[in-house]
C-alpha cells in the first residue's frame, strides 16, 4: 500500500478510537459498580432490598449513601411508582416529589445534590449545601442551600408512571455533568464552596415510591476514594 494511504489510515483509526473514547467518556462508565443493600447507610426512612441488584422505596423521604469509598461518579437506574401514601413536605415547607443523587456527602450539612423534580414542575436542579462546623441536620436544617447555575442546560424527559429512566452525575475537578437516560442535560462549575469538603455518592427520595438499580464508581489505580462514617437514622435533608 502507498505510504500516503497508509498514514492516512492510521489518522482513521486514530479518529475513530478517540469518538469512541469519547463516547465512553460520556455513556456509561467502566469504573461503576453496583451497590447492595448491606452498603448502603440509610440516614433517613428506608430501602427495601427486592432481590438482586433491585432495591425499593416507598416511605415519603429517604435518604442513603455509600458505605465504602467511591470516586464522585453514581448512577440510578429507577422505575418510578407514583406518589407515596403519605406525601409530607420538606423541612423548607415545599412539597416535591423527586429522586436524587448525592456527591461529595461529607455529611447531612455539607453535600452536592442532582435532582431530578417530578412534581411540582419536571426539571434537573443542581445544589449544593454547605454549613461550614455542622455535620448533623438538627444543626443545619435545610439551611445552606445554593442553586448552581449551569453552563449548559438541556430540558429533561418527563417522568410517568411505570417507566424506566437513568440518572448519572459526575464531578470531576469542580465540574459537574448530569446525564438523563444516558444524555447530557446539565453541566456547570460547582465553585469553591463544594470543594471545601468531600465524601461518598448516595441517593435520595421524596414523596415517591420507586424502584431502583444504583451503582457507584470504585477508586482504581492511583485514585482516591471519599468515605464518610454511617450514623443510621441520623437524617439529612
Known amino acids: 500500500m502507498h505510504p500516503y494511504r497508509l498514514l492516512l489510515l492510521a489518522a482513521c483509526l486514530l479518529c475513530g478510537n478517540a469518538g469512541v473514547a469519547r463516547n465512553n467518556h460520556h455513556g456509561n462508565s467502566n469504573s ?3 451497590v447492595p443493600h448491606e452498603k448502603l447507610c440509610v440516614t433517613e426512612g428506608k430501602i427495601e432490598d427486592a432481590g438482586g441488584r433491585k432495591l425499593s422505596v416507598s416511605v415519603p423521604k429517604m435518604r442513603a449513601f455509600v458505605s465504602s469509598p467511591t470516586v ?3 448512577e440510578a437506574r429507577f422505575t418510578y411508582l407514583g406518589p407515596a401514601k403519605d406525601s409530607i413536605p420538606l423541612a423548607s415547607g415545599e ?6 443523587l448525592k456527591l461529595r456527602a461529607q455529611d447531612g ?6 435532582m431530578w423534580r417530578i412534581e411540582p414542575e419536571q426539571e434537573l436542579v443542581v ?5 461550614p462546623g455542622m455535620t448533623q441536620s438538627s444543626e443545619c436544617d435545610a439551611h445552606g442551600y445554593h442553586t448552581i447555575k449551569p ?7 418527563e417522568i410517568k408512571e411505570g417507566q424506566r429512566y437513568t440518572l448519572r452525575a459526575v464531578i470531576d ?5 448530569v446525564y438523563a437516560n444516558n444524555k447530557l442535560v446539565w453541566e456547570g462549575l460547582l465553585g469553591a464552596e463544594a470543594l471545601a469538603f468531600n465524601g461518598p455518592v448516595g441517593v435520595r427520595t421524596d414523596n415517591g415510591r420507586f424502584d431502583f438499580e444504583f451503582f457507584a464508581a470504585e477508586p482504581h489505580g492511583s485514585q482516591k476514594g471519599a468515605s464518610a462514617a454511617c450514623h443510621a437514622g ?4
Open 32 to 34: 461503576m459498580k453496583p
Open 127 to 131: 445544589s449544593v449545601k454547605s454549613n
Open 151 to 157: 453552563t449548559r442546560d438541556i430540558h429533561v424527559p
Open 234 to 237: 441520623n437524617g439529612d435533608e
Open 109 to 114: 450539612c455539607n453535600l452536592v445534590y442532582a
Open 173 to 177: 475537578s469542580n465540574n459537574m455533568r
Open 72 to 74: 464522585q461518579e453514581a
Open 95 to 100: 412539597m416535591r416529589r423527586q429522586f436524587g
